[in-house]
């Protein structure tokens, strides 16, 4: 079946490094691949999608790539800020009469120190 | 803020008893979906609705049943409750569209069990 696999451990950074969150999944024919972010005490939030293969999905200065060729869609930010600390969940939805039926990850916690 | 509303927000329980989570979807979406997610896990799917009709399940036991009402609003019921059903219960609705792929999450329901 489908599987979503990110980076295990969480993640601690300082103000303006630079993040990435690796992520690589497992499914057949073509999948949507997302990544969601969950704040403390809140529900999912879809950060950014890409539907087919090279496509860039970006969001609030987050970026990801549909890699078909490595299977992968890792999270991508130049410069993190404080408030960008949460819990990351990356994501996909199979093609067809599956849409909307999400697979995740085991989600990336997140931590930005001034 | 997505428009899926979720109640209740908390809800305790002891085992063996019975529970309806309830949510209302955002106005125009069609499509309500329920993921369980477990302390420190990514959300699992549990079944979706579509015009009432179920339309997908995970990997749930039949204790976990839904409905879907004309208005689109969807209820969660789980019979005979086990310790290991505490979790969150997020509720997702989607578009019929181009955007169908994408799930617009309420912020959950926190079961407890004991």
């Known amino acids: 079946g489908d599987s979503v696999t990110q980076m295990e451990g969480p993640v601690t950074l300082s103000e303006e490094a630079f993040l990435t969150i690796n992520c690589t999944y497992t499914?057949?024919?073509?999948?949507?691949l997302f990544w969601y972010v969950q704040y403390p005490g809140e529900g999912l939030q879809l950060l950014l999608k890409?539907?087919?293969?090279?496509d860039k999905g970006s969001n609030k200065g987050f970026e990801a790539t549909y890699r078909k060729e490595t299977t992968s869609f890792h999270l991508e930010k130049g410069s993190v800020q404080v408030s960008d600390s949460a819990v990351y969940f990356c994501?996909?939805?199979?093609?067809?009469?599956?849409?909307?039926?999400?697979?995740f990850g085991q989600g990336t916690i997140l931590t930005v120190h001034p | 803020e997505t428009g899926v509303t979720q109640s209740p927000t908390h809800l305790i329980k002891t085992r063996g008893q019975q529970v309806t989570l309830r949510c209302s979807s955002q106005?125009?979406?069609?499509?309500v979906s329920w993921y369980q997610q477990a302390l420190g896990q990514g959300p699992q799917f549990i079944f979706q609705?579509?015009?009432?009709?179920?339309?997908g399940r995970g990997n749930f036991p039949p204790r976990f049943s839904g409905l879907q009402f004309p208005n689109y609003s969807s209820e969660l019921n789980v019979n005979a409750l086990e310790l290991d059903d505490s979790a969150l219960y997020l509720c997702?609705?989607?578009?019929?569209?181009?955007?169908?792929?994408?799930?617009?999450f309420g912020a959950g329901t926190r079961l407890s069990v004991l």
């Open positions: 997702a609705s989607s578009s019929p569209g181009g955007t169908k792929n994408i799930q617009y």
């Open positions: 499914a057949t024919g073509y999948p949507s």
């Open positions: 890409a539907t087919k293969a090279d």
């Open positions: 994501a996909l939805s199979p093609g067809g009469t599956s849409y909307g039926k999400l697979t």
């Open positions: 106005s125009g979406h069609n499509t």
């Open positions: 609705y579509y015009r009432e009709e179920e339309n």
